[in-house]
T-cell receptor, first 112, second 108 residues
């Protein structure tokens, strides 16, 4: 089945630790996105990538980093510089021509 | 000012009711418009795209008014299974902007 996978579903980390969230897609989509969602709020864009080996900052990139070494994969690292990392993280992908985005199931990160 | 604004609700309606959600966006150059549905603690899923001429999908009707920068979603004959949060989404160039969502509770 084609789709987007994110792992793990739930993640707990101690304050001050870096953590990497996985996002993989087998839809052959060119573009991939990372969003953060806080309770009662909409999705906010962290980073996006239109093509392999290239990515751009979104609206809230501080404290995060990404890489796009393969078309299928777009991992997100939440660094210790991110002041309030506890949130629901969603990865999405889309083709260059199609308009809609398809989302993975998300990772709930809790920093203790 | 937020790129996309929605009434957060909640809208509490009985089964069978008709309910309408509205959304405004700030960037007049926005190119594409969507409604997504998000169930509690799940990822958003595309409900429907919104076209200038208006479009319908079963019980759901979406409208776009570019002059007023306004998008609407009408749900007829509400079902219990329609209970969710509805996100208004606007695409400008390569970026998607999400409203904070309108929560719908359909009661028996």
């Amino acid at each position: 089945d084609g789709g987007i996978t994110q792992s793990p579903k739930y993640l707990f980390r101690k304050e001050g630790q870096n953590v990497t969230l996985s996002c993989e897609q087998n839809l052959n989509h060119d573009a991939m996105y990372w969003y953060r969602q806080d309770p009662g709020q909409g999705l906010r864009l962290i980073y996006y990538s239109q093509i392999v080996n290239d990515f751009q900052k979104g609206d809230i990139a501080e404290g995060y980093s990404v890489s796009r070494e393969k078309k299928e994969s777009f991992p997100l690292t939440v660094t210790s510089a991110q002041k309030n990392p506890t949130a629901f993280y969603l990865c999405a992908s889309s083709t260059k021509r199609a308009n809609e985005q398809f989302f993975g199931p998300g990772t709930r990160l809790t920093v203790l | 000012r937020k790129e996309v604004e929605q009434d957060p609700g909640p809208f509490n309606v009985p089964e069978g009711a008709t309910v309408a959600f509205n959304c405004t966006y700030s960037n007049s150059a926005s190119q594409s418009f969507f409604w997504y549905r998000q169930d509690c603690r799940k990822e958003p899923k595309l409900l429907m795209s919104v076209y200038s001429s208006g479009n319908e999908d079963g019980r759901f009707t979406a409208q776009l008014n570019r002059a007023s920068q306004y998008i609407s979603l009408l749900i007829r004959d509400s079902k219990l299974s329609d209970s969710a949060t509805y996100l208004c989404v606007v695409k400008s160039f390569n970026k998607f902007y999400f409203g904070s969502g309108t929560k719908l509770n359909v009661k028996p």
